[in-house]
């Protein structure tokens, strides 16, 4: 295996005393799908934002290409890796477009503002993402999922080799969740992705990393590490794992719901005539 970006005994806080990630070690495996997951709060976005040099270790160091970023010029990060973050922030009364068109901005220089090659990796990208017949509208008009489909966008048409994105299926009907995650592994790119749904994590990813407080506890193909221990101890939640019936990768599968209060024991055991 070979990898491009990785984290050496990475250590991240933000303003106060509060560690949030420790000595985290991981290489990131070229042309394949990482995906992270963990319960809320466990550092997954804070780790994704250090990959992507939105935030400063605390200590050890993020490596592209064997150099600490920390080092590296921000325009030739810009080029290499693209992120997405957790609840991006678009400006005011911008148009899909226009918001799109952003992701080439690494790749233009001052005498040349816009050239074809940006307008086929625009074009490209809202096409992938379907949201060409959006390209007029003004971003803060959209629904939830449309949004998210062109920031899905934007970070497409950056076109780089890696990228990162959190939580890329937020607000998204499962149609175009499956579409987007489809998408991502077409793109034959480095991805690192944060997901919350762990079935689907667990199809999609060829190395999966499952963090809890700060740490990863497991890391591993999906099928050698999804296990009902495994969920127990990142969740704390009681489930069983069979075979996916369609793709044969772990299913977790809750355990039974508890009874709604007040519900009779005939109910519970009734049976449907
Ligand atoms: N900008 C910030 N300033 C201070 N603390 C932060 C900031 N962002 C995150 N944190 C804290 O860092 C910890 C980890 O947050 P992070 O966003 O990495 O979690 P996460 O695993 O992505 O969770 P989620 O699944 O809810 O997105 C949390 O305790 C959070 O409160
Ligand atoms: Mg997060």
Redesign the pocket.
Known sequence: MTSRLGARGLTLG???ART?VEGLDLEIPDGQVTVIV??????????LRALGRLLKPRGGSVLLDGQELARIPTRRIAQAIGLLP?SPVAPEAITVADLVSRGRQPHQRWWQQWSQEDERAVTEAMARTDVTELADRPVDELSGGQRQRVWIAMALAQETDLLLLD?PTTFLDIAHQVDVLNLVRQLERTVVT?L?DLNQAARYADFLVA?KNGRIVARGRPGDIVTADLVAEVFGLVAVVVPDPVTGSPLVVPGAPVPAPGASPEKEEATPQ
């Open positions: 933000y303003d106060d949030v963990g319960p809320n709060a466990c550092g997954k976005s804070t780790t957790q939580e944060v919350h963090m």
